[in-house]
């Protein structure tokens, strides 16, 4: 019998990973996502004018992020079948470390308290794709950094991560059907 928590996927990397085309292309086919909350809180804190961003305020981008994982996770346990996360609440951990800033507490108590499933996909980079945009403004090095910092965090707080390999969408997209079956 699947618990509630046992239906939720989360599908976690770097930029450039080809992780966000994966999550659309299963959403296509019907599967229900959450999307990452960094571009759409970048977005926002772009057009109301906030300080909230990665290139700013990166606690307080940290703290956005936290709370956007954590509704979607609160969101995601009244949803019916499986619920497929880009990111999970670890990331925003994981990217605090990254920069270099400590971790707050609570980000570790929401991590405990809000737990997924015990295997986690995680997509390496893939240099062949990445690219930079308005809100993508990683560095490649950063981009190369993100990965093991993800690994990292979501290994000490116990997950089994599941590479993916670099594939074609339709080769991931099996990947992750057979992961949810």
Not at 97 to 120: D, M
Not at 152 to 172: F, K, Q
Request: aromatic content about 8%; hydrophobic content about 45%.
């Amino acid at each position: 019998m699947l618990t509630n928590i046992d239906r939720l996927f989360v599908i976690t990397g770097g930029p450039g990973s080809g992780k966000t085309t994966l999550i659309n292309a299963l959403a296509a086919r019907g599967l229900t996502v959450m999307p990452e909350g960094a571009r759409a809180i970048i977005q926002q804190q772009v057009a109301t004018g906030g300080t909230a961003l990665p290139w700013s305020n990166r606690l307080a981008f940290a703290e956005l992020m936290l709370e956007w994982d954590v509704r979607a996770y609160q969101a995601a346990l009244e949803l019916d079948g499986p619920v497929i996360f880009d990111r999970g609440i670890p990331d925003a951990l994981g990217y605090l470390e990254l920069c270099g800033l400590p971790v707050p507490p609570h980000f570790e108590e929401a991590a405990q308290k809000h737990r997924y499933p015990r295997r986690v996909v995680v997509a390496p980079l893939w240099e062949a794709i990445f690219t930079q945009d308005r809100e993508r403004k990683q560095s490649l090095e950063e981009a190369r950094a993100t990965y093991p910092a993800m690994v990292d965090i979501y290994s000490r707080l116990g997950y089994e991560l599941l590479p993916l390999p670099l594939a074609t969408v339709e080769e991931r997209v099996a990947i992750v059907r057979s992961i949810i079956e």
